[in-house]
């Protein structure tokens, strides 16, 4: 479904991801785990047309979507819920779910998806008409990944959901991510938690400084020692 | 008395068109967070292009609609040609604020080029379409009368376009975080030409207005005006659309009562003595929320 080949991207100076290539397959969790500044939200920027790429190839559905603008890569049904939430504080909850929804036109479709997100967030329909930037950290979350649902994706990428919550709503956050992926919904997952990660993934992808330095299937990876000193805590 | 409410009537008149010339600071500030100083010469573009096609014998109705239609597609075209490779540059706030002051400076040379407009002063045609009429003891002109009423329908059109459509609601995410407004999938340069594009159409709409009134239009009215404007959008709370109607309003009745009362030559000043005083006491200006900052 996306392929990226061998890619590179610079800040100014700064090599960011120095010739990295991957794949997620329709249907898969697959998780891009790394220390903090290894590259994660780079990649995901560059899918999303956030950021250039200087060189190499992304793919999506066999059409190259390299350096299209992010407009465009949404409407072809890949959409992002960013790494600190990102809502639009001053909107309520059900304007940012709208905008979630910006590339659809048809009312009925718009409806429907309004419905499942609010079934799969309960706490957000009791707070349709409150401002996103009033809400407690775990609910904005919950916003962040509604809206990327709003678009109906075809592939939703998540940087960090678990990032700054109670242990309880991480667990939460986790199950929900396997709901949306039982629906249908093919995942590509950013975490620092990489034991929460890897336990839900189908396949993983390790970054270090910008170069992919393990992959492979989840469950082997998180037995594998080198992996589990480095990222699993021993 | 009369005379008080007389002079209360044409500020309030002239009030809500420095509202519209605000609203034009305002917009662009909300999305970009600059000042755009070409808007002045904007407002005098839309009333020369309005002076131009009547000229040509096209009316006056259809002469204004024309006049909307090209301010309008001149504002997006400087942003386009001028400011947005800027914006690509990430160049420094700076640099596209100048950009703007040039951009005026250019709109006013070209009102005044030989030959079509010259820099001498023009006579425009009457806005008191439908002459005055008496209420009690006090006269209203109908110029003042059509300047309320446009700007007033123009301004509740806006509103509601910035906050019941969905190019409206584009506009508030842009407002607020670019980078989540471009992960929704809507186009953001879209938005912004669109915003530059209502800025234009909306100043040269109040340059019909006011240059009807007074009857008379020069190459560089716009720049003392433009500042008026600009304080009323700050009094108000720049970014704020109805902060911007509530500073038109302050600064419009506040200058006519100087006016009056304490001479014409104490008019002026006026929008600026309300502006310094309002900062220091709100310096957020009167609806301004904390925390916007940038150029
Ligand atoms: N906007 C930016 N400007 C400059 N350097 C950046 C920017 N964003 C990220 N970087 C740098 O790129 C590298 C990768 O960052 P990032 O992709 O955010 O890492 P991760 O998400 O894995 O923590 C880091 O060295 C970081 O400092
Ligand atoms: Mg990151």
Redesign the interface.
């Known amino acids: 479904m996306l392929k990226i080949d061998n890619l590179n991207v610079f800040y100014g100076p700064i090599h960011a991801l120095k010739g990295i290539s991957l794949e997620v397959n329709e249907g898969e969790i697959v998780t891009l785990i790394g220390s903090n500044g290894a590259g994660k939200s780079t990649t995901l920027s560059a899918i999303t047309g956030l950021v250039k790429a200087s060189s190499g190839t992304i793919t999506f559905n066999g059409k190259n979507i390299t350096n299209l603008p992010p407009y465009k890569i949404v409407k072809m049904g890949i959409s992002l819920s960013p790494e600190g939430r990102e809502v639009f504080p001053a909107l309520t909850v059900e304007e940012n779910l709208t905008l979630g929804a910006y590339t659809r036109n048809n009312h009925n479709d718009i409806r429907e998806i309004f419905e499942r997100v609010y079934n799969l967030f309960p706490r957000l329909r009791e707070r349709i008409k409150q401002a996103a930037g009033t809400l407690s950290g775990g609910e904005q979350q919950m916003l962040a990944i509604g809206r990327a649902l709003m678009s109906k994706p075809k592939l939703l990428l998540l940087d960090e959901p678990s990032m700054g919550l109670a242990p309880n709503l991480v667990l939460l956050i986790f199950d929900l991510i396997e709901s949306i992926s039982k629906q249908g919904t093919t995942i590509l997952l950013i975490e620092q938690n990489a034991n929460m990660a890897l336990s839900i993934a189908d396949r993983a992808y390790v970054l270090e400084t910008g170069r992919i330095a393990f992959s492979g299937d989840a469950a082997s990876l998180a037995d594998d020692p080198r992996i589990r000193k480095a990222y699993l805590g021993g | 008395m009369h005379a008080l409410i007389g002079t209360l009537i044409n500020g309030i008149a002239l009030g809500m068109a420095y509202a519209l010339i605000a609203v034009g600071y305002s917009m662009v500030f909300g999305i970009l967070r600059l000042i755009n100083f070409a808007h002045g010469a904007m407002y005098a573009f839309g009333a020369y292009m309005v002076y131009f096609f009547v000229s040509l014998k096209l009316g006056l109705l259809p002469a204004i609609m024309l006049s909307i239609l090209m301010s309008g597609i001149l504002a997006l075209l400087i942003d386009k040609v001028a400011l947005e490779p800027l914006r690509k540059k990430k160049s420094i706030p700076i640099a596209t604020l100048i950009t703007t002051v040039g951009m005026s400076f250019i709109i006013q040379n070209f009102l005044s080029i030989e030959y079509i407009f010259t820099s001498e002063k023009k006579g425009f045609p009457s806005l008191n379409l439908f002459g005055s009429f008496t209420v009690g003891n006090v006269t209203i002109q109908s110029s003042q009368l059509i300047m309320f009423v446009v700007a007033l329908i123009l301004l509740a059109i806006l509103t509601l376009l910035v906050n019941k459509t969905?190019i409206g609601?584009?506009m508030?995410?842009t407002e607020?975080?670019v980078?989540?407004?471009?992960?929704?999938?809507?186009?953001?340069n879209f938005i912004i030409s669109f915003t530059f594009f209502l800025g234009g159409a909306t100043a040269a709409i109040a340059g019909a207005l006011i240059s009807g009134y007074y009857q008379v239009i020069s190459p560089t009215m716009g720049s003392l005006i433009g500042l008026k404007a600009f304080s009323a959008a700050v009094v108000g709370g720049i970014g704020i659309l109805y902060g911007s109607v509530v500073g038109g309003l302050v600064v419009g009745v506040a200058e006519c009562l100087a006016a009056q009362y304490l001479g014409s030559n104490v008019r002026d000043p006026m929008a600026f003595v309300i502006l310094i005083i309002i900062l220091i006491i709100k310096p957020t200006g009167l609806f301004g929320k904390k925390g916007i900052s940038k150029v």
Not at chain 2, 179 to 188: E, P, Q, T
């Open positions: 969905k609601l584009a508030r995410a607020q975080n980078k989540a407004a471009n992960l929704m999938g809507i186009n953001v």
